[in-house]
């Protein structure tokens, strides 16, 4: 044998095609003395054939090249007949003999891979005698020997660390180089024998258990085998690589300070030939996949797939002879062994080809047994065939054990594409039949459809070499999806089998944006297949179809949902539907949750009613109370309204009504919303169903409310009372539905004839369809025929025997109007939500309700005389908000002619009583307000106003010129202009002083509001008059209000008439207090002018009227409070020294020629310093009153 380096692979193409023809030439060539094989051995190798990809031969060779002749008979055997099959052994005894050394080494390497080591490989790979000394066998003539000796140097094995590239260059010496050579190959070789000696110490140690311990192992498998040293070996590898690859650096050091004897940096350390299973990942991840068999794996390298060869073709081993040693008798051991497993193979092949058969035959037979006569006409041609197919079958069948009773498997509803490549294996075209889906009936009928035939080919071809013909048609039936792809499914059964397989492996594979479009798919899938297993994960793949999924792809998918529970009732949708739903209660993002939610609702109708009033409620429930996203708990009430339109529990009409008060009280404002679009209409429709919405719900949000009130007499909280009253808002609409449900003339309307058209401005605009009113009655028509008659019936017939309507009228009505007496009168907000609330009832329940059962109560209750005002209590009616929400919600309804004098009317009543009596004007003041919002209502408002402008007491005359002061804010310049400044002034030349002194306010607010230059100039020169005509010297109330209002309108009012006009006369009234003898009033000017300065300090003022007006008019002050307030003129004093700061710091600026940042900050430290030294002490009225006070 000539000595080959095993490792010589060439890096090029062309030294790859060139060795094997080499190989050829050398085994050819008899002038080279090459032992060839025989001539007539029909095993050897062609000349001018492909390299072999069976290679046969009559010899087996030792590893040392000596062979061992087997007996004639076998190798006549062998190659007398196609049918032989060569073992594995012969195979690498014939590459060894012929020196095919790389094809042996190939072939060594691939079946290591398979895990079927061959011992005659591994033996002559492991001796490195075998190529470091030169054995009988003459090379090749193309060898040539280097220098350094036998050994070719091969330049496949030189890597980038290794290569010498001087070796290649030719200036070095050569022969030191290939002298390097070998001595490096030497080395490698050294240690590969060291990995063999401590490989064959390895399987001595595993060969230390006794035999009869692993029996016992074996036959007990609860009964733990002790570990062996090299799966300890392997194991502390695989942890040490596990601790290294995440960063448990530290434990990973210890790990191999405790495990010195082994090498963690090379895998060969724990054993020769041993291959490196996956990281501890892989392995935990593969725990439940069962790894494939070693026997199956297919030897490609020499192109023999074993099993695809016939049952016949298993090669007898030659009858063994006595003097055959121990290593061929386990080789013979060996083969059987593996000939044994290639046995089991194609028996459970065959049995599954046996079960597959006998579905056919139960198919055909019920499709046969009893088909309708339309659908049994195959046609007229192939009679013959299909009478001897169904009698075949049927024989068949009767054979067969009860196929009756087993049920159509997946593989018997399959036409396999395999089986029509193999046309030799039934003489007879088989007649395929398909079953397929009818719309139009239920059940599966037989199709007409003739067989299917195909040509004979007139050849004589085995069945062995046609199989090995049809092999080079490149065709994979062996993976997963070659295997679907193999078969056809030819029924609906089998097509969702199908689609359950193989919907998995596509989801992932789809672009997240195109997902939807598989939605179909998924649950046609998940709606027919008959596995619950294969279901759940095509739900569950369904409801994590997408990450993130947009309100569309939600949409999306809750259509399908409901399209499957149409088609699947109650009990697989709770069955199937709701664990999807339960398990992403929780889920991290809220798009699945929101989809979740919406899932609760949309399932409502289909789910079983105990499962909706208990599971799906207590699921919305926990979503309600511990969800944070918003959007979210939207859906979740719009969910619970559904629920609520299909309970019918009336147990759980508590948790309902706690619901909705929970909902109400969300603090987002798009769930407060939808509990009043959805919910409240949805729960008010079952408590009217139950017979509870005027004895339960409206008395319990009633008795919430009475309650509230009695509780925060003092702090109301206004935010619970709205929470209430709106939930009674909502109610009005289903309340009026009872209303009609429930009158003596609800059977005597009808819907055909002539019905008026409602008006639109009939009803208030709903906030959703559901508080459509037409929509709780069921149609406009019916709602527009109930609504005469309604009508009708309150205008001529009365209410007797009108229960519903009674209740209204007798004890909702009273309770609303004694609460309504109850609220405070100062909080607009309480009277803004009660008004609103009595506008939307008596809109809903008509003009002649309002007129005829509303007004006539609050009537009763405003008796609009001096004897109905407590003056001395304040606690008349007309103090209280009774009268700014009869006012702005009962009268404000209808905008007729004679609803507008009705308003003017109160409201001149109610003001000439409260002033006559001298009742505090809240309620008045709050009514001006509320009706001053509307534009509409301005022209009525100055209407009643110039009605207390031209009345006859003084008193009413005040009244009116204070309601000025609310007016003028909401009212645009020209009304300002042509009613109130000319009402205004008509009031300042009263001749009641007290009538002049309350127009003042109202002159400021126009100062503060108004733009026109006129305007402003008449105003100003009205207040001009009050300050310099001698008649108001000594006026002190006058004073007062003056200094009042410009403390409040200063800071807002225009530059110029604040530095010509409010300033200088704030300085000359300082001056003036100065000399003021009368103490009392000395103290209310003094505390007034504080006040005022404190406001406009924080104005920007020029330096001239800093100068000239500003700060004199505080030292004046100054004066005032050293006297009468020490705290106080500490504050003066600091204002006064930070106003001089800013005066020098605009003089420095100005010499500068531009103006500084530090003056500029040091003049923001003034203002900061002095506001807050101001919120250091109160500086109301009030209180520097009572200072003052205590210094007497």
């Not at 054995?135 to 280097?146: H, I, M, N, R, Y």
């Not at 290569?163 to 590969?192: H, P, Q, T």
């Not at 989801?507 to 297993?533: F, M, Q």
Request: hydrophobic fraction near 35%.
């Amino acid at each position: 044998m000539a000595s080959v380096n095993p490792f010589n692979l060439s890096d090029s193409e062309e030294e790859v095609e060139r060795r094997p023809n080499e190989t050829v030439d050398t085994e050819r060539s008899p002038s080279d003395g090459a032992p060839g094989p025989p001539p007539g051995n029909p095993f050897s190798p062609s000349a001018d054939a492909e390299p072999p990809t069976l290679l046969l031969s009559g010899n087996r060779t030792s590893p040392s090249g000596e062979g061992i002749s087997l007996s004639a008979a076998a190798t006549s055997a062998m190659a007398g007949t196609a049918e032989t099959r060569v073992s594995v052994d012969v195979i690498a005894a014939q590459l060894l003999r012929d020196q095919y050394i790389l094809t042996a080494l190939e072939f060594h390497t691939e079946l290591l891979e398979a895990g079927r080591e061959l011992p005659r490989l591994r033996d002559y790979f492991s001796n490195p005698g075998n190529f470091e000394r030169q054995s009988g066998t003459p090379p090749a003539k193309d060898q040539v020997l280097g220098p350094g000796g036998p050994l070719n140097r091969a330049g496949s094995i030189s890597t980038l660390d290794s290569l010498d590239f001087a070796r290649y260059s030719d200036d070095g010496n050569r022969e030191s180089d290939d002298r390097v050579a070998v001595l490096e190959f030497e080395l490698r070789k050294a240690k590969e024998t060291i990995q063999a000696l401590r490989a064959n110490l390895t399987q001595a140690a595993e060969s230390e258990v006794p035999s009869q311990e692993r029996k016992n192992f074996k036959s007990s498998p609860e009964i733990q085998e002790p570990i062996r040293p090299l799966e300890k070996r392997a194991l502390n590898f695989l942890v040490n690589e596990y601790l290294l690859k995440n960063e448990y650096k530290l434990s990973s050091i210890t790990f191999s300070d405790e495990n010195d004897d082994q090498d963690f940096e090379l895998w060969d350390d724990v054993g020769l030939n041993i291959p490196k299973p996956p990281d501890l990942l892989q392995l935990y991840r593969n725990c439940g996949t069962p790894l494939p068999s070693p026997r199956a794996t297919a030897d490609v390298s020499v192109g023999v797939d074993f099993g695809d060869l016939p049952g016949n073709c298993i090669t007898q081993d030659p009858p063994k002879k006595p003097d055959l040693s121990q290593q061929q008798q386990t080789e013979v051991v060996q083969e059987l062994e593996y000939q044994i497993g290639l046995l089991n193979n194609e028996k459970q092949s065959l049995a599954e080809q046996i079960k597959k058969l006998q579905s056919e035959i139960q198919t055909l037979k019920r499709t046969v047994s009893s088909p309708p006569p339309a659908t049994l006409d195959l046609g007229s041609q192939n009679t013959s065939s299909s009478t001897t197919t169904t009698t075949t079958t049927t024989t068949t069948t009767t054979s067969s054990t009860d196929p009756i009773s087993v049920p159509p498997t997946d593989n018997g509803q399959y036409l396999d594409i395999r089986g029509v490549s193999e046309p030799e294996a039934d003489p007879d075209p088989p007649s395929t039949q398909n079953t397929s889906h009818s719309h139009s009936q239920s059940h599966n009928k037989l199709k007409s459809r003739p067989p299917v035939q195909f040509d004979k080919p007139n050849r004589k071809l085995s069945p062995a070499f046609q199989q090995a013909l049809l092999s080079f048609c490149r065709m994979c039936s062996d993976s997963r999806l070659g295997a679907e792809v193999s078969r056809i499914a030819d029924s609906e059964e089998s097509v969702m089998l199908m689609l359950g397989r193989c919907l998995p492996h596509i989801v992932p594979n789809v672009l997240l944006a195109k997902r939807e479009e598989l939605i179909p798919l998924i649950l046609c899938t998940a709606c027919l297949h008959p596995e619950p297993k294969e279901r759940d994960q095509l739900l569950h793949i369904l409801f994590n179809l997408i990450k993130r999924p947009d309100d569309e792809q939600r949409q999306m998918i809750l259509t399908g949902c409901v399209a499957f529970a149409r088609h699947v009732g109650p009990t697989r949708v709770e069955a199937e539907l709701l664990p999807q739903c339960w398990e992403q209660i929780n889920h991290k993002y809220p798009e699945r949750r929101l989809l979740v939610a919406e899932s609760c609702g949309a399932l409502a109708p289909y789910l079983p009613k105990e499962i909706r009033s208990s599971l799906v409620l207590s699921m919305l429930q926990q979503m309600l109370t511990e969800d944070k996203a918003d959007m979210v708990r939207e859906a979740v009430v719009k969910s619970l309204g559904i629920i609520m339109g299909y309970i019918d529990d009336p147990d759980k009409y508590s948790q309902g009504f706690e619901l909705m008060l929970l909902s109400l009280g969300d603090p987002s404002e798009r769930v407060v919303s939808a509990v009043h679009q959805v919910f409240i209409p949805a729960f008010a429709a079952w408590t009217t169903e139950l017979g509870s919405l005027q004895t339960a719900l409206i008395p319990s949000l009633l008795a919430r409310i009475e309650k509230l009130l009695m509780q925060g007499e003092h702090s109301l909280d206004e935010h619970k009372l709205h929470v209430f009253l709106s939930a009674l808002q909502s109610l009005i609409p289903p309340l009026f539905a009872v209303v009609l449900q429930n009158a003596p003339f609800t059977s005597r309307a009808k819907l055909h004839g002539d019905i008026p058209a409602i008006e639109v401005t009939r009803f208030p605009r709903p906030a959703s369809p559901l508080q459509d009113v037409a929509t709780i009655i069921g149609s406009r028509e019916m709602l527009s025929a109930l609504l005469l008659l309604y009508d009708h019936q309150l205008e001529h017939e009365g209410t007797t025997g009108w229960d519903s309507l009674l209740w209204v009228v007798n004890q909702l009505l009273p309770q609303l109007i004694e609460i309504v007496g109850r609220i405070n009168v100062t909080s607009s907000t309480c009277v803004h939500e009660f008004s609103r609330f009595f506008w939307r009832f008596c809109r809903t329940f008509g003009k002649i309700f309002t007129n005829t059962k509303v007004k006539p109560q609050f009537q009763e209750i405003l008796r609009l005389s001096e004897e109905n005002v407590d003056a001395s209590a304040g606690n008349g009616i007309l103090t209280k908000a009774t009268v700014p929400i009869y006012a702005t919600g009962v009268l404000t309804c209808y905008n007729q002619e004679e609803d507008r004098k009705l308003l003017v009317g109160f409201l001149e009543d109610v003001m000439t009583t409260l002033s006559l009596s001298h009742a505090p004007l809240d309620s008045l003041k709050a009514s001006f307000v509320e009706l001053g919002a509307n534009p509409v209502y301005h022209e009525l408002l100055l209407t009643v106003l110039w009605y207390g402008v031209v009345h006859t007491s003084a008193l009413v005359r005040c009244t009116a010129a204070r309601m000025f002061e609310l007016l003028v804010k909401g009212v645009n310049e020209t009304l300002v202009a042509q009613r109130v400044v000319p009402a205004l002034i008509t009031l300042s030349s009263d001749p009641e002083i007290s009538v002049r002194i309350s127009t003042i306010p109202a002159f400021g607010t126009i100062m503060e509001t108004v733009t026109q230059k006129e305007l402003l100039e008449r105003v100003k020169m009205q207040l001009a008059s009050f300050l310099e005509d001698p008649q108001y010297q000594d006026q002190h109330s006058l004073h007062m209000e003056i200094i009042r209002t410009f403390g409040r309108v200063g800071p807002n009012a225009e530059p110029r008439f604040r530095d010509e006009f409010v300033l200088p006369h704030l300085h000359k009234l300082a001056l003036a207090n100065n000399s003021q003898a009368v103490e009392n009033k000395r103290i209310d000017i003094a505390t007034q002018l504080f006040e005022a300065y404190s406001a406009l300090s924080c104005c920007f003022i020029s330096e001239e009227v800093m100068v000239n007006h500003f700060l004199p008019g505080l030292r004046c002050l100054r004066t005032d409070m050293e006297q009468l307030s020490p705290e106080h003129e500490v504050i003066l004093s600091s204002m006064i020294k930070e106003c001089e700061i800013k005066v020098e710091n605009r003089g420095m600026a100005d010499a500068q020629g531009s103006m500084s940042i530090a003056s500029s900050l040091v003049g923001e430290d003034a203002k900061t310093k002095f506001l807050s030294k101001m919120g250091q002490l109160t500086t109301s009225g009030a209180m520097l009153a009572n200072v003052f006070q205590r210094k007497k």
